[in-house]
């Protein structure tokens, strides 16, 4: 069964520090993945995406890594800010374009 | 450019009645999808749209739920009669590519329905 699953479920960090969000999954094939950020009350908004040739991809303080072969990536935010504060979904595609989302980890950076 | 636009952004039912939500995608975007976002849940996808035809309804409870997108562009997403567990945050996406690779979604503010 395709499923992504995403660890820790929720994380509190204080501002200025670093954190790294878990996503696992068991989609095949595998087409390519996402990293979404979603804010409250908001629509996800993508940050990064990666095919199966691609081992890390930034976007800014935002750097994302993945390992086709265990299945496993992780987003790496660094010197948080309070604006991080977000619900972050990994997504991942299936080579028949279907999307399978995780259930996200809601980040809390505090001052 | 403009972004997708959904309304209206909250809605306050009592279960039993019927309500309708809104989309506009942005312009020259091919692809339309509705989704359903359970509190503490991933979005799941209900339907999904080229053009005006419909590529994949599998998930969408077609017992209480319709959605159309007759010229191809705006899109309503129909529940009647609602549930409880319909309370969910329903996003309106769109994409410029067709259905599957790569093209991005990008997702509304969505509608945060409550049933009670």
């Known amino acids: 069964k395709n499923q992504v699953e995403q660890s820790p479920q929720s994380l509190i960090i204080l501002e200025g520090k670093n954190c790294t969000l878990q996503?696992?999954?068991?989609?095949?094939?595998?087409?390519?993945l996402r990293w979404y950020k979603q804010d409250t009350g908001r629509g996800p908004v993508s940050l990064t995406i990666?095919?199966?040739?691609?081992n890390t991809k930034s976007n800014g303080r935002y750097t994302a890594t993945l390992d086709a072969d265990t299945k496993q990536s992780s987003l790496h935010i660094t010197a948080s800010q309070l604006s991080d504060s977000a619900s972050y979904i990994c997504?991942?595609?299936?080579?028949?374009?279907?999307?399978?989302f995780g259930k996200g980890t809601k980040l809390s950076v505090k001052p | 450019e403009a972004g997708v636009a959904q309304s209206p952004r909250y809605k306050i039912i009592e279960k039993r009645q019927s309500v309708a939500f809104w989309c506009n995608p942005i312009?020259?975007?091919?692809?339309l999808y509705w989704y359903q976002q359970i509190l503490g849940q991933g979005p799941k996808l209900l339907i999904q749209?080229?053009?005006?035809?419909?590529?994949?309804d599998s998930q969408l409870p077609k017992d209480r739920f319709s959605a159309e997108r007759l010229k191809g562009v705006d899109s309503t997403l129909k529940i009647q009669p609602a549930k409880l567990e319909d309370s969910a945050v329903y996003l309106c996406?769109?994409?410029?590519?067709?259905?599957?690779?790569?093209?991005?979604?990008?997702f509304g503010p969505g509608t945060r329905l409550t049933v009670t």
């Open positions: 996406a769109s994409s410029f590519g067709l259905a599957g690779g790569r093209a991005e979604q990008y």
């Open positions: 996503c696992n999954y068991t989609v095949s094939p595998f087409s390519n």
């Open positions: 990666m095919t199966f040739s691609e």
């Open positions: 997504v991942v595609r299936g080579s028949q374009g279907n999307l399978i």
């Open positions: 312009s020259g975007h091919a692809t």
């Open positions: 749209f080229q053009n005006n035809g419909v590529v994949d």
